[in-house]
């Protein structure tokens, strides 16, 4: 068959059409196809349909395809994809990733709560930061638990505030570890007190140094005392070495719950801090303070060691208590 601009193309099946068919057809020809020849097109046929053609086709056109014809069409075909024409498909969750990556922001902003509930959740989890960070907070507001579940921490980061905060909790709630360990401080410090409370805990205490360090207040303030006992000594005395006002914030119930282990490790610039809190610092592991390092005892100021409770002080070694700085031992033996 030889197809030509002025070829009528009412007598032919669809079948009939091949590739090298379709990218003869000019806009009007394509356009004037019935739903069945549409229908009918091989999945051959349907990869070679040019941008500029696909443009031409009418909602009712588009309403023809099937799953394996959609998937087989050009994903450039979607850069200049109409909404018009998204709607028509007969589901959004033929659309494959790549063709998903391909839609302008404008079009990914102009969807509804319905399509992006027939979207494969990974669509979204592919999207590239560019796109995500276009993402308006009406738009995040959108999207599934599922699909927000599936938001590594580059697109997190890529963000804006309000779309961030415009995230369903539970979909927040179901975000990876490696996710959540990966994010920045901005990016923390940004989200609102039930976001963070939503946090997965294991990804908290994976958090790196340069995210911890910039921790502000009112971010420490919201986490939960279960995502506190995550931290590790390193990650809560980088914070008491960087804030007071930070590490003060922190979720007391979280702080007495430290494990020995974690206790143990903490530096005598963080003991220190905490000891402007005595009822904090006396709930504070017994064993743990017993396993203090003789440098951390030295460094304890004496509101510290005096606020420490008597069985804790009892607990201490005899080296600990060697090392208590002059200054202080008269606190600790009033209290102990």
């Keep these: 068959m030889t197809i030509t601009s002025s070829t009528n193309l009412a007598p032919y099946l669809g079948s009939q059409f091949a590739a090298a068919d379709i990218r003869a057809m000019t806009s009007n020809q394509i356009q004037s196809l019935t739903s069945a020849q549409v229908a009918a097109l091989s999945t051959a046929a349907v990869s070679a349909i040019s941008t500029s053609n696909f443009s031409a086709m009418?909602?009712?056109?588009?309403?023809?395809?099937?799953?394996?014809?959609?998937?087989?069409?050009?994903?450039?075909?979607?850069?200049?994809?109409?909404?018009?024409?998204?709607?028509?498909?007969?589901?959004?969750?033929?659309?494959?990733?790549?063709?998903?990556?391909?839609?302008?922001?404008s079009n990914i902003n102009s969807l509804t709560s319905s399509d992006f509930a027939s979207l494969n959740p990974s669509d979204i989890g592919s999207l590239s930061t560019t796109k995500i960070a276009s993402i308006n907070s009406v738009t995040a507001a959108l999207l599934t638990s599922t699909e927000v579940a599936t938001l590594n921490a580059s697109q997190l980061n890529s963000l804006m505030s309000n779309s961030l905060n415009s995230l369903k909790s539970s979909g927040v709630a179901g975000l990876s570890a490696t996710a959540i360990s990966g994010l920045i401080s901005s990016t923390l410090n940004s989200l609102s007190s039930n976001l963070v409370a939503s946090l997965n805990s294991v990804g908290i205490s994976n958090l790196s140094t340069a995210t911890i360090a910039g921790l502000s207040s009112s971010t420490a303030g919201y986490l939960s005392s279960t995502q506190v006992r995550s931290l590790s000594a390193s990650q809560l005395n980088l914070i008491g070495s960087s804030s007071s006002s930070t590490l003060n914030q922190l979720n007391s119930n979280g702080l007495v719950n430290l494990s020995t282990t974690v206790v143990a490790n903490l530096s005598s610039t963080t003991l220190n801090t905490l000891g402007s809190n005595s009822t904090t610092l006396q709930q504070l592991s017994s064993t743990g303070i017993a396993n203090l390092s003789t440098a951390t005892i030295a460094g304890?100021?004496?509101?510290?060691?005096?606020?420490?409770?008597?069985?804790?002080?009892?607990?201490?070694?005899?080296?600990?208590?060697?090392?208590?700085?002059?200054?202080?031992?008269?606190?600790?033996?009033v209290t102990g």
């Design 58 to 105: 009418t909602s009712t056109e588009v309403a023809a395809l099937s799953t394996a014809q959609i998937q087989a069409l050009d994903p450039a075909v979607f850069t200049q994809i109409l909404l018009t024409q998204i709607h028509a498909f007969q589901s959004l969750s033929a659309i494959t990733t790549q063709q998903f990556n391909s839609l302008s922001t």
């Design 300 to 333: 304890l100021n004496s509101t510290t060691i005096g606020s420490l409770s008597s069985s804790q002080v009892k607990a201490l070694t005899a080296a600990e208590l060697n090392n208590i700085n002059s200054n202080a031992i008269v606190a600790s033996t």
